[in-house]
Structure formats: C-alpha cells, structure tokens
C-alpha cells in the first residue's frame, strides 16, 4: 500500500539540488482539501525540509536510523528537526541494540 487514499488521489513532490540530493514531500488527498490546497501545503513541508538545512527529508530520517544503528563506527546524518518518528526510532533502538545516539543541534542553522 503506498499510503495515499485512492479515492482521493495524492501528490508527491521531489526536488533536486545542485549536489545531486533529492528531498521529498507527499501529501494524501481527502474530500476536506482542494488540490490547491494539497499542493500549497505539499510544497511548504518540502520548503520547511530544505529551509532546515538538512540533508534527508524529514519523511527518510527515521528510516535511516537502524541502519545507522547496525553500522560499525560512527555514523552521521544532517536532519531538519527530528520527527516524532524519528525519536521514536531512536528510543526503540537504543533499547533493542548497544547503539547510542547523540544529537547536537548545529547552531550555524
């Protein structure tokens, strides 16, 4: 199932940078919200995502932490502000396995 209601429809939209990296937004139609409005609101996640600074979007950085986890060494990801999902991840993680995250706000952004 791609999560996006049938009935309604729904609308995906993938930018690319100048350094090859593509940030995404999906927005998930419904009969309360014009197509107007789903891709006004669409496109403003996708404008928070790159405002952030960070290099994954915020729908890719939790599912980016239990490969980070079974990595050797130390692994790095540059994220906008952390999802609920995403610290969700962490939590379950962190419990499940000897990974250890630490999460330092870059105060240059």
């Known amino acids: 199932s ?4 049938a009935e ?3 609308l995906m939209i993938t930018m690319e940078t100048t350094t090859g990296c ?3 937004s999906c927005g998930n139609g ?3 919200i014009s197509p107007e409005d789903l891709a006004g609101e669409t496109a403003e996640r996708l404008i928070c995502d790159i405002d952030e600074g960070g290099c ?3 729908y890719m950085q939790d599912q980016l932490i239990i490969f980070m986890a079974l990595a050797d060494g130390v692994s790095t990801v540059r994220t906008g ?3 609920l999902h995403t610290k969700t991840a962490i939590h379950v993680v962190e419990s499940l396995t000897e990974a250890q ?3 330092t706000k ?3 952004c």
């Open 106 to 108: 870059d105060e240059n």
């Open 30 to 32: 419904s009969p309360n």
């Open 8 to 10: 309604y429809g729904g």
């Open 22 to 24: 593509r940030l995404t």
């Open 101 to 103: 995250f630490c999460i």
């Open 81 to 83: 502000s952390l999802t």
């Open 2 to 5: 791609s999560g996006i209601n």
């Open 56 to 58: 994954v979007d915020s």
